[in-house]
């Protein structure tokens, strides 16, 4: 394991490196950032969200939470999702749950959580909304599995239910969401393929913010 004063000598080397390969780099990224991806993930130690999906500082706007939850009351997200589309304009919204989700699998637990319990919460809530399908599966570990997926599936949703994005998708036409779960057994990154305006369409007669009534139209 790292010690606390090596991360200062790897910051050092980290920066000697880029510098070998572009002495520029610093200067350009004080600059200004233009990242094409927003990444809403888990904060689990064991999901580095550059590493996985290869990239670079500067290309990817990342916010990161117990269980990748997308509450519409959490300032924090809700500000980052507005910040990255509206300002940012981001072409790509990715929300990445992984398997052996420490805060699914304690949501999963009948038990007080203490603070934990209205954040943890939102998952409980994913499992209600599913439960026909999430109670026939027999296997434990399978039906947690099943429940990271689901958990991941509505949190994209709950990011097309924002005003940021449904304005985005009328003014810019981008279809922009992508529900992942990152496998930590064996690195992968599994696309759940979200319907980005199959969703849109079946959830804009109530949550419709755009005050245009171009997306009701669309559907008509
Ligand atoms: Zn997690």
Not at 67 to 89: E, K, S
Not at 96 to 103: I, P, T
Not at 109 to 135: C, F, S, T
Not at 154 to 170: F, L, P, R
Request: glycine share 8%; with cysteine; net charge negative.
């Amino acid at each position: 394991m790292t010690t606390y004063n090596e991360i200062f000598e790897n910051n050092r080397r980290w920066i000697a490196s880029k510098l070998a390969s572009d002495s520029e780099f610093f200067g350009k990224m004080a600059n200004s950032q233009t990242p094409p991806y927003l990444y809403i993930g888990c904060s689990d130690s064991r999901v580095p969200t550059n590493e996985i999906m290869g990239l670079e500082a500067g290309e990817v706007f990342v916010h990161r939470n117990i269980g990748n939850l997308v509450p519409n009351t959490d300032l924090n997200v809700m500000g980052v999702i507005n910040y990255a589309v509206v300002h940012l304009q981001v072409k790509h919204i990715i929300v990445c749950g992984h398997y052996n989700c420490g805060g699914v699998k304690a949501a999963m637990q009948a038990k007080d959580l203490g603070i934990l319990n209205p954040w943890l919460r939102n998952i409980r809530d994913v499992y209600r909304l599913h439960m026909d399908e999430l109670n026939a599966i027999e296997d434990e570990h399978a039906r947690y599995n099943r429940l990271v997926e689901l958990n991941t599936q509505e949190q994209c949703i709950n990011v097309i239910k924002t005003a940021a994005v449904q304005k985005s998708y009328v003014a810019n036409g981008y279809h922009t969401e992508h529900g992942w779960v990152y496998d930590l057994k064996n690195g992968l990154l599994k696309d759940l393929e979200i319907d980005f305006e199959g969703v849109l369409h079946e959830i804009q007669k109530i949550y419709d913010l755009t005050g245009s009534g171009l997306m009701q139209k669309d559907s008509e």
